[in-house]
Nanobody, 117 residues
């Protein structure tokens, strides 16, 4: 079955950096578009960044220049490097696999908490 497990969330001071990892299994990672979402308390879930199967990337305006998404197809992992953290980056960060033609379902991880003070 499909599993996405996020790692790397922590409590850090503003200006610091974190690297979030998402370990995946149960689907063909190489063919999948992946993304990171986040949800802060009282806010709607927000798309942060995506990386397609061919490596194309997208970033929300609020994170451009500070966040970098990457993937390692050999390890079935997707990463989110977060630099210059701001208090407004505080949220639960979720790894998501987009629907595919053969499996039209979004899959979400359980989330990892990032707290910036």
């Amino acid at each position: 079955h499909v599993q996405l497990v996020e790692y790397g969330g922590d409590s850090v001071q503003a200006g610091g950096s974190l690297r979030l990892s998402c370990a995946t299994s149960g689907f063909t990672f190489d063919d999948s578009d992946m993304g990171w979402y986040r949800q802060a308390p009282g806010n709607e879930c927000e798309l942060v960044s995506t990386i397609s199967s061919d490596g194309s990337t997208y970033y929300a305006d609020s994170v451009k220049g500070r966040f970098t998404i990457s993937r390692d197809n050999a390890k079935n992992r997707v990463y989110l490097q977060i630099n210059s953290l701001k208090p407004e980056d505080t949220a639960v960060y979720y790894c998501v696999r987009d629907p595919t033609d053969s499996d039209p379902v979004n899959y979400w991880g359980q989330g990892t908490q990032v707290t910036v003070s």
